[in-house]
């Protein structure tokens, strides 16, 4: 399975209690398993024998089978609902996740990986239009950096992109406004036309949530969550980095997608031909 597909509280709490087994001076624990623990899983012909120079055992066949179950079975998320027929939305979703879009063509699609639309509490759209303009098509992604949750918004077409570090629940409980405000923030620090600017921050923006559905995105936004990363460490931390530039440094980094163009460039280039 997945890590996204895992209830990570009761993995850490799961991790925490087998750790404990090793539990020693006042409060220390081996950053292994126990040894009579693993012992009893080789016993079981679950793994190769632990007792070697080696820092790693393999799992046998068996064993694969049935952790795979375990995983499943212990710490998959829990779905209500019948068989066959839709999931249901997580109780307690925010307000806005009920909106009637008024006019799907115009609202922002925002494509999320299944970390964050369980972090965002809402189910996924499962009609988006067939075209869409401008800047309106995104993809997002949860990333834990320096222990803080952020999230990555990518252009699903120009692969402009902005990081929003330190994420908590009251901003994702707001998600269409935060992420029009932030989306501008970085615009004006790119000096992008005041215009577009000033629609994205009139009136009450509309998203439609959806399914990730590029996985060259997906790929591109790996390699920048990479450099985000190294560049926030680089500063200190979140709490010490200016994420404006860090986002600006993003958005001049040769993309392969692109052909080695810029993000800046290819979001400049589409804005000048076809307008906001």
Sequence with gaps: MLPEDLDQERLAEAALALLS?????YGRVWKSLD??????????????APQNKAKSVCLTEEGKRLAATILKKQFGHKVTGTRGSKKAAPAGGPGW???KIEDPSRAYVIRCTAKLLRELRVEP??????EIDGLQDWHANLLR?????????THTRTLYSFL???????????????????????????????????????????VLVARTSDRSVLGSMNDLAFQAQVAIEASGGVDRCNIVAVNRDLN????????????????NRVLGTEGI
Excluded at 35 to 48: E, F, P, Q, R, V
Excluded at 145 to 153: E, S, T
Excluded at 257 to 265: H, V
Aim: glycine share 4%.
């Design 35 to 48: 040894y009579d623990l693993m012992d009893l899983l080789h016993a079981k012909g679950w793994i190769s």
């Design 252 to 267: 001049r980094i040769p993309m392969g997608a692109l052909k080695y163009d810029y993000a800046i460039t290819t979001l």
């Design 21 to 25: 087994l090793t539990l020693h001076d």
């Design 97 to 99: 996740a009920e909106q």
């Design 145 to 153: 950096i320096d222990r803080r949750k952020c999230v990555l918004f």
């Design 164 to 206: 929003i570090p330190g994420v908590k629940r009251k901003d994702l409980d707001r998600f269409p406004p935060w992420f029009t405000e932030h989306l501008a923030t970085n615009l004006q620090a790119d000096d992008i036309q005041d215009s577009l600017v000033e629609k994205l921050l009139s009136g009450s923006p509309e």
């Design 125 to 130: 759209a499962q009609i988006v239009p067939d």
